[in-house]
């Protein structure tokens, strides 16, 4: 850990330095009876989005499962108390489903009951700029929540504010949706970042 800061709202940004003095963020995000933790999945973002800062870095690497996951134990072995953090999301710095084999092999040990983190699947969403492709396998090979970064419900604006769908359109983003599986109380969220006369 290299940095930390705690914005007015109480949320607590991380800024974690790796092996190779690349650098990422964790939030921690405080609710009213527990908290949230937002983690990276890859260093720098490839995905280009035009509204998001990591963007402009650029994409580097991916993390490796163990650096997905020391950002849940250093964060959790820093809290007083350790069983206020419920909820994980993968929703910091690049896109999780572009570093698909360390993600699921994370997200395998965080829901682990018996040698992992013990988080429950519904506590854990992996947010996607929209890798089609990638939707059905998520379903398929973890027991996480998904949620897709919209932002425009119309092709021409998404495409304007996030690249990615002009090979993923909304079309078959949503196709994709209605595939993966909501079993045991799983949910697809849709978010969407409000843009001044843009969206």
């Known amino acids: 850990l290299v940095q930390h800061e705690i914005s007015e709202d109480g949320a607590e940004k991380f800024l974690f330095q790796l092996d190779d003095d690349r650098r990422i963020e964790s939030v921690l995000i405080p609710e009213r009876n527990h908290a949230t933790l937002c983690l ?16 402009t870095g650029g994409w580097e690497r991916n993390l490796t499962r163990g650096e997905i996951l020391a950002q849940v134990r250093d964060i ?12 994980l999301v993968f929703m910091g710095m690049g896109e999780p489903l572009a570093n698909y084999r360390n993600l699921v092999a994370a997200i395998q040990i965080i829901t682990d009951g018996n040698y992992g ?12 700029a929209g890798l ?18 919209l932002n425009a419900a119309d092709n021409d604006t998404r495409s304007r504010l996030m690249p990615i769908n ?11 949706c209605r595939h993966f599986p909501l079993r045991g109380g799983r949910r697809i969220t849709f978010e969407y970042v409000l843009l001044k006369d843009v969206n």
């Open 40 to 55: 990276s999945s890859q260093v720098g973002c490839a995905q280009n989005c035009r509204f998001c800062f990591t963007a």
């Open 76 to 87: 959790k072995n820093d809290l007083k108390d350790p069983k206020s953090l419920t909820n």
């Open 117 to 128: 983190f013990a988080f429950a699947g519904r506590r854990v969403t992996v947010s996607t």
């Open 132 to 149: 089609a492709s990638r939707l059905a396998d998520l379903g398929r090979d973890t027991r996480a929540n998904l949620a897709v970064s």
């Open 166 to 176: 002009r090979k993923y359109p909304v079309e078959k983003i949503l196709e994709a």
